[in-house]
């Protein structure tokens, strides 16, 4: 690729406006459903803008709501964020500043912020990734307490196929993605891996096992 | 504290620290060269996996359902060059109108 002109936290925020309706329809579900369990109206709120990960808030809180413990809900929000991990990992060397800055800009990552701002080859945009993360970040705050203070505004989101929009996006960011055999093998394997375990394991464990998929890197690394 | 506040504050700063670890640890440096070839295969393996759990799993079971539509709608636009706006907005679409005909 060419050079092309510096990317800006603007182009990040524009890069996921459409899914950050989608990110605030959710957030409107899971501010109703945290508060159908009883979690009253205050902690859906300041859960959606500590944690700002959508599947893991969403199964601590079914888990609470049918009467789990407190050790399965936090088991499961850690295991579904345990990619995290990984893809803390692959933007780490594109977040330059002190580490105060980082820790907070870490805080950014979600799969959709990270996805956008991925530029192929192992490469990361850290003001995509900013700019995108802030606004799916407000979206998702927003959405949760108009879900937690108003009650029935939207109705079933996927009755709009908001949960579509989500595979859409990541299958249009990892064509792009695929361009060498190396690439293509990681890309078959993580989702073959991926719809192997989804019966057999607790939710989110096939996302980070998918994430094995790229030792098939180790050889000629 | 209730159980709702102990949640709420163990999934939190879980989730911080996991999030945290590698742009701490690790940041603003490049990756060792033998992590380099690992890591640039994270994002096809990863989005792919997403694409697969989030078009197919309903909880652990694989469901072919509405969302196969949109999926479909999806590669149609991609292939015919369709901005990801486009993408995103004839998936959903595709899927809401299989969900209110079928």
Known sequence: MQDPPPR????????VAALAVAVGGFGISFGLLARSAGMGWLAPIVMSATTFAGSAQFAAVSILGTGGTMVAAVTAAVLLNARYGP?????APWLKGPAWSRFLRAQLVVDESWAVSAEGEGRFDARILVGAGLTLYTAWVAGTAAGSLGGEILGDPNAFGLDAAFPALFLALVLPQIRSRRALVAAVVGGAIALALTPLTPAGVPIIAASAACLVGVRRS | MSTTWLVVAAVGAATVAIKATG?????????????TGIVD??????LSALVVTQALADGKAISLDARLVGMA?????LWRNAPILVVIVVAAAATALTRLLV
């Open chain 1, 87 to 91: 893809i803390g990992v692959s933007v």
């Open chain 2, 73 to 77: 709608a999806a590669g149609i636009a």
């Open chain 2, 41 to 46: 295969l994270l994002a096809p393996a990863l």
């Open chain 2, 23 to 35: 742009p701490v640890l690790l940041g603003g440096r490049p990756l060792p060269a033998r992590l």
């Open chain 1, 8 to 15: 800006t936290y603007r182009d990040g925020a524009r890069a």
